[in-house]
């Protein structure tokens, strides 16, 4: 039972938007940025998204992340077959002194 | 380029013990907090625990504490993570990261089994 919570599945056909969400509490998205990280199969996670909604250098702006209150969400816009893969939310929990991930979206390009 | 690789996994068995190690190139090691986090077959990402600069504080996951610790070498540009009484359930993939997890390695395989 992850401390952050995700939605197991989510899917979408290409050039749709997607929204994947997270939920979480006071002590951890609720006082702390949220980041956000997709893994492909048999790879390395990759970062997405830092500070709640700011991407990296390399990162396509149809990713997208925003927070309000205890939840976060990430936005994907015109969506592609290659943004298949698993989708973590992340935030440092100040309760437990400890990191917390999300247990991942499965996201499919149907 | 920044670089993380890991090393140090294989087969160990039930209370044993196995050291990982990270070594890091392409950007200056003693200026970031490092993590590994876990990912046992199958399942999600859990983080294991993380280190100051310094090396000064340490945090760990309950699921951890009193058998794995983190430690670091700047002068090596590496970051270590000593495991003690292994479980079956530590069986995982292990990745080395850097700070708020900007860049990950490609991890390393730690299987815990008689």
């Known amino acids: 039972q992850s401390v952050l919570t995700q939605s197991p599945s989510a899917s979408g056909t290409p050039g749709q938007r997607v929204t994947i969400s997270c939920s979480g509490s006071s002590s951890n998205i609720g006082r702390n940025v949220v980041s956000w990280y997709h893994q492909l199969p048999g790879t390395a996670p990759k970062l997405l998204i830092y500070g709640n909604s700011q991407r990296p250098s390399g990162v396509p702006d149809r990713f997208s992340g925003s927070k309000s209150g205890t939840s976060a969400s990430l936005a994907i816009s015109g969506l592609q077959s290659e943004d298949e893969g698993d989708f973590y939310c992340?935030?440092?929990?100040?309760?437990?002194?400890?990191?917390?991930f999300g247990g991942g979206t499965k996201l499919t390009v149907l | 380029e920044v670089q993380l690789v890991e090393s140090g996994g294989g087969l160990v068995q039930p209370g044993g013990s196995l050291r990982l190690s990270c070594a890091a190139s392409?950007?200056?090691?003693?200026?970031?907090?490092l993590q590994w986090v876990r990912q046992a077959p199958g399942k999600g990402l859990e983080w294991v625990a993380n280190?100051?600069?310094?090396?000064?504080?340490?945090h760990y996951a309950d699921s951890v504490k009193g058998r794995f610790v983190i430690s670091r070498d700047n002068a090596k540009n590496s970051l270590y993570l000593q495991m003690n009484s292994l479980r079956a359930e530590d069986t995982a993939v292990y990745y080395c990261a850097r700070a708020y997890f900007d860049f990950w390695g490609q991890g390393t395989l730690v299987t815990v089994s008689s």
């Open positions: 392409g950007f200056t090691f003693s200026s970031y907090w």
């Open positions: 280190i100051k600069q310094d090396g000064s504080e340490k």
């Open positions: 992340a935030a440092w929990d100040d309760s437990l002194s400890a990191w917390v």
